[in-house]
């Protein structure tokens, strides 16, 4: 394919769009002279000809003229790459070049989400006149359709939020226990773990996402809520699949949609997963959006919706009740913050140990000066796995939900006590993670509350200087596969996040102890980092970022944080140098197939580590979606090319940006 022609699969996705857009009867109103469709459908063809894979291959469309409501944008200071210092890290054995990474650029706005239609829907919002917080509405709920695997309405996460005025906070809107659920609820009386921990009706906690939406639009929003629902309903309306959907639905297959008979009815046709270009129809996801929609998060959490909820609960014998659903909350908290190389990192707190465990790695490691010892050179291998491990331990057994938990979020950050855990690292051996515990007693259990991988990312970062960064979930792919019987959405299956067997792994290995137990009403311990990286001399917003991927996100994150603001790569290389991951337990160093160099894997093993090349099976860890700012104050978006995202422009030209 040349630089001047799609795919078909690219051309196949364009007219899928195209149809949607057409198709669609509600999706913007009162739009100047023109039709709601046809307004999606000139969004489309402006800033894309396919699929965001092939949006290097395809023609790039010519310069916009700015938006005319845009205000004065974020401004950065400019990054000073130091000279041949991640030479390594596209190496012939790595299958990705800068090149591979999908890119835009813009003065005004920019959206960057896993999927080019919610891109799109984001900005929109903002050509209307939206601000970042109303695009993340729109966005969330378009994701909700397009992306079902892990966008959703039965899930919940994570945000951090910078206002114009320089204001940062976070929204934590994870999910929670049922109120009926208890500490061994998922082992059997010999006490090992029972098959529903992990998938099913009891799998499920009570969702958080729609009421998160709702609580920040009520203190952000600017667009009327309603406005911000209609491309969510009109695409769940008829969606043409697209290559993405496809394959993630081929992922499953049609075994595992057929258990499901409710799943089933929606996602397959004929007894077969929906393939590109067939029309999928959610009528009762549309209709769950529009009492959304009608009733805000009322329409979610109370009448009919809510009802179904406990009807399906009651059907496979799971826990969540009607009373579970009215007493959820969203909770804003304060970020987690960290300062690493003339940079604060904000992030989130816990109950995510996102944001804490990020610091402790980049803080451990910033007195080395790793920028000077070559990127993925076996001595900047080792200091970031022997950081990892210290951060780890503390996360698995220090963290859990502050309501439940004393959790010495300030401690774990601090100078004094980073300083003192780098001050055990070995510079020369790996330590054996028996040996390496968590540095703070662990916390005590409170009975009662103080008050009454699979994930996807976006980020966002409007004309005006508003910024926000949201990672949410479902858990697995798909959560627990089951989709409620007249609500049209995914149950998670977030309870796995829990440690239903202290000291025992869950399903991505991770081993943690009785601060993240199961308790009513309590918020389950998560890796998700929603994070937004500014300079600590003026305070200007540098990077928005954030991923899906379990426990790797902390790692993907950190590491492309460190490539930005340490190794001084561009966003293109930030985004495509390999990856690696140390959680702890198990004891091993994990990298990216193909992504270290076979003298460095020898003289890291000569050190004593364990080193786990990723099969070829799932070769690749995480899927960035991010945000950067240049030094001019323009917004530079940038998407993980190992899922394929979307950065979508507004009033500015799609294209490389170097």
Not at 17 to 34: E, K, N, Q, Y
Not at 336 to 357: I, K
Request: one cysteine or more.
């Amino acid at each position: 394919m040349t630089a001047n022609q799609c795919s078909p699969a690219s051309g196949r996705l364009f007219r899928g769009l195209l149809d949607s857009a057409m198709g669609a009867r509600t999706i913007f109103t009162h739009v100047r002279s023109l039709g709601p469709a046809a307004l999606l459908a000139l969004a489309l063809m402006s800033n894309s000809c396919g699929s965001a894979i092939a949006e290097r291959a395809c023609p790039a469309p010519a310069p916009a003229l700015p938006s005319a409501t845009a205000a004065a944008p974020i401004v950065a200071a400019p990054t000073v790459a130091p000279q041949n210092t991640h030479d390594r890290a596209f190496l012939p054995s790595w299958r990705y070049t800068p090149d591979d990474v999908a890119s835009a650029r813009s003065r005004a706005g920019m959206v960057a989400s896993t999927d080019r239609i919610a891109s799109e829907v984001g900005v929109e919002m903002l050509r209307r006149g939206g601000n970042a917080f109303d695009a993340v509405v729109a966005v969330h709920f378009a994701l909700a359709v397009v992306n079902p695997e892990a966008g959703n309405l039965g899930g919940g996460g994570f945000l951090v939020a910078r206002t114009k005025e320089g204001v940062t906070s976070s929204l934590d809107f994870r999910e929670t226990a049922p109120a009926a659920a208890t500490r061994d609820m998922f082992l059997d009386a010999d006490g090992h773990l029972l098959p529903d921990a992990a998938l099913g009706h009891r799998a499920a906690g009570v969702p958080g996402s729609v009421m998160g939406m709702w609580e920040l639009h009520r203190r952000h929003g600017s667009l009327p809520w309603r406005e911000l629902l209609a491309p969510a309903i009109a695409l769940a309306e008829r969606l043409v699949v697209h290559d993405r959907l496809a394959f993630s639905f081929a992922r499953m297959g049609d075994t595992v949609f057929a258990r499901y008979p409710q799943t089933a009815r929606i996602f397959l046709a004929g007894g077969h997963v929906l393939r590109v270009g067939d029309v999928l129809v959610q009528r009762d996801l549309a209709q769950t959006l529009a009492r959304i929609r009608d009733q805000g998060a009322d329409g979610f959490y109370r009448g009919r919706t809510a009802q179904r909820v406990a009807r399906e609960m009651v059907r496979g014998r799971g826990l969540i009740t009607a009373d579970d659903l009215a007493s959820y909350r969203a909770v804003w908290r304060a970020p987690v913050s960290v300062r690493v190389h003339g940079h604060v990192v904000d992030s989130m707190g816990p109950p995510s140990s996102g944001g804490v465990t990020i610091g402790a790695i980049l803080a451990m490691m910033e007195p080395s000066h790793v920028e000077a010892l070559g990127y993925h050179s076996a001595t900047h291998a080792h200091l970031f796995a022997e950081a990892s491990r210290r951060a780890f331990a503390d996360r698995n057994a220090l963290i859990g939900d502050p309501d439940f938990v004393a959790v010495p979020t300030e401690t774990l950050v601090s100078a004094a006590y980073l300083d003192a855990r780098r001050a055990t690292i070995d510079p020369a051996h790996a330590s054996p993670s028996s040996t390496v515990q968590p540095g703070l007693p662990v916390p005590a259990i409170a009975n009662t509350p103080r008050e009454g991988t699979h994930t996807t990312h976006y980020a966002i970062v409007d004309g005006e200087g508003n910024a926000v960064a949201v990672t949410t979930t479902i858990n697995s792919l798909y959560g627990g596969r089951v989709v409620v019987d007249g609500a049209g959405f995914f149950l998670n299956n977030e309870m796995d996040d829990f440690s239903a067997t202290p000291g025992q792994a869950n399903q991505y290995g991770l081993v943690m102890g009785e601060a993240n137990g199961i308790a009513p009403r309590k918020r389950m311990l998560s890796s998700m980092a929603p994070t937004i990286v500014s300079d600590a001399t003026s305070g200007r917003v540098r990077l928005v970022l954030g991923s899906p991927g379990g426990p790797t996100i902390i790692s993907s994150v950190a590491q492309v944080i460190e490539n930005f603001i340490t190794f001084g790569m561009t966003p293109r290389e930030a985004l495509a140098a390999p990856r690696l991951h140390h959680q702890h337990l198990p004891d091993q160093l994990t990298y990216e197939r193909g992504g270290l160099d076979a003298a460095v894997v020898a003289e890291l093993t000569a050190m004593g580590h364990a080193l786990l090349e990723r099969p070829e099976a799932q070769p690749l860890q995480g899927d960035v979606q991010a945000i950067f700012v240049a030094a001019d104050g323009t917004l530079i978006g940038a998407s993980d090319p190992r899922r394929g995202g979307a950065p979508v422009a507004l009033a500015d030209r799609v294209g490389a940006v170097h």
